[in-house]
């Protein structure tokens, strides 16, 4: 008996460790495929790469705006906007949850975007996001991506409090 319940107690912890280890290697691509990417995209004011990031399939919701759009309405938006390539900016995210598994992904967390960092003029805007991810041709890609400054309460120690990108041990299982 004392046996079996070793045995049992093994294969708990290395079906546990494992899964962890899954789940640690796909944030960790997540960040990589996505996050990373992102990022540059809105430093770079770069529309392609950013699109890229999405699924054709692409749901957006701006609950700020209570709008509804598709990829093509989406990337326009930026396209246009991008054009001043004087824009000075940064973005930056921080998670409340992230959920995932070897193809899909649920993420919910905190963005900061600042215009004209290190200046007189630099302001800061926050939002909180959910983003469905999926895995397409082994890239991560935005599926739904929903953002809201929920009536401008999100701010920067809501942001403060949510977890470090990097932060890979708030989703152990």
Not at 76 to 94: G, L, V
Not at 151 to 161: G, L
Request: some cysteine.
């Amino acid at each position: 008996m004392k046996t079996l319940s070793s045995i049992t107690f093994c294969l708990f912890l290395f079906t546990g460790t494992s899964l962890f280890s899954q789940d640690a290697t796909q944030l960790k691509a997540i960040n990589t495929d996505l996050w990373e990417n992102f990022t540059k995209a809105f430093e770079d004011l770069d529309y392609n790469l950013f699109s890229s990031l999405h699924s054709n399939d692409l749901v957006r919701v701006s609950g700020n705006s209570q709008s509804i759009k598709d990829l093509t309405e989406y990337i326009e938006s930026y396209k246009n906007h991008w054009k001043d390539k004087a824009i000075n900016q940064t973005i930056s995210f921080r998670f409340l949850e992230r959920i995932c598994n070897n193809y899909k992904a649920s993420e919910r967390g905190i963005y900061k975007l600042t215009r004209n960092p290190n200046t007189a003029n630099e302001k800061s805007y926050y939002g909180k996001f959910h983003v469905i991810l999926k895995k397409e041709n082994g890239i991560w890609k935005i599926l739904v991506d929903y953002d809201s400054s929920e009536n401008n309460t999100i701010d920067e120690a809501s942001y403060q409090k949510a977890f470090d990108i990097e932060d890979f041990d708030k989703y152990k299982k």
